[in-house]
Each structure stands twice: as C-alpha cells, then as structure tokens.
C-alpha cells in the first residue's frame, strides 16, 4: 500500500510540470527584444499559421488599423523553420510602445512577452526603448511613492466609487507636511486604472520629482465614468467585458458631483486645501471634464491641463453643467488662473476642435501655454503633455 500511495504523489506532483511543458512549449522563446542599436526583435511560434502580422504603434506599416490601436502599422512577419514568425524593426527612439500580434486575422497578445496592459477592453503588449523619454516612463534607482486603492462614498451618485491615489515619497514618514494635489482624469475608453498603467503616471511622478523638475504632489485618479463604481474587474459586477458608453458618460453628472471627490480627498490626506495648491487635468475625455468642472467651480482649480482635450463634443441641453461656458471661462479667468495648459497632436482627430478653443482665448485675452506634438489620439502624446504639465504645477 505504501509503495502504491508513494507512486500515485510521484505522479501526482509531476503532473504541473508535465501539464506546463506541453501547455506552453512557445514560452522557451524570447520576444520584443530590444538590440543595442535600438531596434526591436519579434518572435512568435504558429506553424499552422498561414499568415502572421504585426500590429504596432512604432512603425509605419503597409496601413492602418483601428482594433485598438490609434495611428498603429501593420506588418507581415516572415515564417522561418519550424513554423517561427519573425520581425525586426528599424531602429527606435525611446519611447513606451505598444503592440499585438495578428494570426490569419485574429488579435492575440504576445506570449512570449508578458508586459501586458488593459485599456478598458483592449489587451495590448508593451516595451520601452532606454536613453530618453523612456527612462521617464520606467522604473529608476530613486524613491518612489505609493499607490493606493481608494474607496469614497458619492451621496449624489448613491454609491461607493474607487479611484487611485499616489501619495509621494516622504508622505508616510513626515506625518505633518501637507501636500498640493493633481486630480488626473481619464479618457472615455479608461477608468481610474488608466493613467496609473498605460499613462505610467505614478513612475513619471517619481523620477520628476526625484529630479528635481516637480513638486512632491498627491495625484488623484478617480473614474471618469458616473455610472461605474470601479474598474472592470475590480467591482461587485464582476469580470465582465468593458465597454465604452456606460451611463453617466459625459452627460453632466461626473462633474457636478467632482466636488465630492475634492472634499473626500482634502478630508483623508494631508493637502494644501486651497485653489492655489490644486490642479486638474485629463486626456481626450478627461480634458472635457476638467475644461468644464474648473470653469463651473472657479475657486477650486488654480491650474487646468487638457491633453487631447474633447472640446465642443457636446450640447448644453444635456446639462446645466455644460450651458454659458464663455461666461463661465470669463468668471474663472476673473477670479485668476495661475496656469491653463492645451496640448494637442498635429493629426489628432480633436485638432480642429482644440485650435478653436485657442482662438476663444486668443479673443478674449485668456493665457495660455500650448504644446503641439507629431502624431494623434495617442498614449505617446499624453505622457509628454503631463511629463511637461506637472513641472509647472505649484511654483
């Protein structure tokens, strides 16, 4: 009996193994392999594949896509033996990229590469070119800050809601200094998990701050989306799949209720609750929200970011929040903004929208300062807008 019983744990303890080598034999591979001259190498095992491409936001490709992947390329891999797709691309600058792979058609991740981020419903591989803006967007030897889940309740929403908030380095240790705050808002197909991923927020803050180019500051990112208590996956609704237009999607109700998530904030951290120590800004989406919630709230706000932002999308009928806006802006401005900053891709979808934004300023006399960057609706572009915003913040 004890010979039959120490068999059956033999077998029993070699089945993870047995069971792994043969559910993962394409994970002996490398991929996205960053060459010294800054070229990146590709590799991906289908030998039943009859067609296998590469879709990324590093390279002009032969077109387009739009599964995911604003102002990405497409390329054909060549099939080598065994049924080994390979790629290498041109050299790079350094950047953050994103990229997925297409097999007869089909989107699928990179498994040989784990760096995976979720935006919203989109999976997407990632990697960084070192010796530039990459290293702002990777981990470095400094001290770095902390993360926290947040759970605040919202009376006018009728629900408890999460958002991520980023407590700089010291922030534990010295319990009496107080601390300015950026509230950081996400775009319509994010959530509060958005900026802290795919944005590299928190890291950006880090190494900003560890440089000596930005002041200590808590970073506040709720979610955008009135109708969403928390990200896919991290709610009582469970793991269900993302999708876009959730109720209370820019239709008034998250900002007439933001002042909720400012008083939460000032309540259980250590800030500087004033006007003259807050900022907001956001992406696409969260420009909209922050042009709209700074100019409804005038003493709140002392500085304003709008990357990308989704200006003149929308009719004031839906929304009291959304009616007078000129006049709004002409009361904010008033009542003195320390710092209002635009950014925007010179073939950003939201160009045009964006530029007669500017020419209200211009008009009415409004400071600003203004950034334009090559390229679009994209993640590379955001990173720059708050890699600039945030040095400027609490001078």
């Not at 950034?371 to 993640?379: F, R, Y």
Request: aromatic fraction near 14%; include cysteine; charged fraction near 20%.
């Amino acid at each position: 009996m004890k010979r039959i019983i120490s068999i059956l744990a033999a077998a029993l303890l070699g089945l993870p193994v047995f069971a792994q080598q043969n559910l993962f034999p394409s994970q002996d591979l490398k991929s996205a392999i960053v060459n010294e001259d800054g070229s990146v190498t590709f590799n991906f095992l289908a030998p039943k594949a009859h067609k296998v491409q590469i879709v990324g936001d590093f390279m002009e490709g032969e077109k387009g896509t739009n599964i995911g992947m604003a102002s990405s390329g497409i390329v054909d891999m060549t099939e080598g033996e065994g049924g080994l797709w390979t790629y290498t691309s041109k050299p790079l600058e350094s950047e953050l990229y994103s990229y997925t792979f297409l097999v007869d058609g089909i989107a699928t991740i990179d498994p040989n590469h784990p760096y995976v981020f979720r935006d919203f419903a989109t999976l997407t591989n990632l990697f960084v070119i070192p010796g530039g803006m990459g290293d702002l967007y990777s981990v470095q030897k400094v001290k770095h800050g902390s993360v926290t889940a947040v759970w605040y309740h919202s009376d006018g929403l009728g629900m408890d809601r999460r958002m991520n908030v980023y407590t700089p380095y010291g922030y534990e240790s010295n319990p009496r200094k107080k601390y300015p705050v950026l509230y950081l808002l996400h775009g319509m197909g994010g959530d509060e998990d958005e900026w802290k991923n795919f944005g590299r927020a928190c890291t950006i803050l880090d190494n900003l701050i560890a440089q000596g180019k930005a002041e200590p500051m808590i970073v506040v990112m709720p979610n955008g989306h009135a109708g969403m208590s928390a990200a896919p996956g991290e709610s009582d609704m469970g793991y269900y799949k993302p999708y876009h237009f959730q109720q209370g999607t820019m239709d008034g109700t998250f900002e007439t209720y933001f002042p909720e998530i400012v008083k939460f904030v000032d309540k259980t951290f250590r800030t500087q609750a004033d006007k003259a120590h807050r900022a907001i800004a956001g992406l696409s989406m969260g420009g909209f929200h922050s042009a709209f919630i700074s100019a409804n709230y005038p003493d709140l706000f002392g500085y304003v970011g709008l990357f990308s932002a989704a200006v003149g999308v929308t009719r004031e009928d839906i929304s009291p929040i959304y009616q007078n806006f000129d006049a709004k802006l002409a009361v904010q401005f008033k009542k003195g903004v320390k710092l209002y900053w635009m950014g925007c891709g010179n073939v950003d979808f939201l160009y045009k929208n964006n530029k007669a934004l500017r020419e209200v300023f211009d008009a009415n006399g409004y400071p600003y300062v203004y950034l334009e960057t090559d390229g679009g609706h994209v993640w590379k572009n955001w990173r720059i807008y708050l890699a600039d915003y945030a040095p400027r913040l609490f001078k």
